[in-house]
């Protein structure tokens, strides 16, 4: 399970060195991740094994509808396969680092089984949505169950 968020920097190449913690996990899933954009503004990093059904659900909608059409063609056309290298770095193509703003530094956030990649002050931003959903009742309903 992939969680916390780490600052991380990019190399010169726009390569991101997983932290060895998660280098192990990752090995076991399959060495190939899947690196693509989201419309939230960040990028995420999947273990192929936990892309290819999300893929293959985006895959079934229908395109007729222009919203759906063009939420399929930005997280299906933008997803790059990516291997990280013997010392557990990845590449995130320079296309992908233009879409989400990333700098040199950028925050790595695990999301269970996937992880987000976002720049240092879209990564606050975030916070401060979440800061303010946590004042709000029925943000907080779906919650149920669950303790925070």
């Known amino acids: 399970m992939f969680q916390g968020a780490d600052t991380l920097s990019l190399d010169a190449k726009g390569r991101l060195a997983v932290p060895a913690r998660y280098r192990p996990e990752l090995a076991q899933d399959s060495a190939r991740l899947v690196v693509n954009y989201h419309p939230h503004g960040c990028l995420k990093i999947y273990p192929e094994p936990v892309w290819q059904p999300i893929a293959d659900k985006l895959s079934k909608i229908a395109t007729m509808n222009p919203a759906t059409a063009a ?10 396969v990516q291997e990280a290298d013997s010392t557990g770095r990845l590449l995130l193509p320079p296309a992908l680092r233009s879409l989400a703003k990333l700098d040199k530094q950028v925050m790595l956030v695990g999301m ?6 976002w720049s240092e002050d879209s990564w606050a931003k975030q916070n401060e949505l979440a800061l303010a959903a946590l004042q709000d009742p029925e943000a907080l309903a779906s919650f149920e169950g669950i303790v925070l």
């Open 71 to 80: 939420v399929r063609r930005v997280i299906l056309g933008t997803a790059s």
């Open 112 to 117: 269970g089984d996937h992880f987000e990649i």
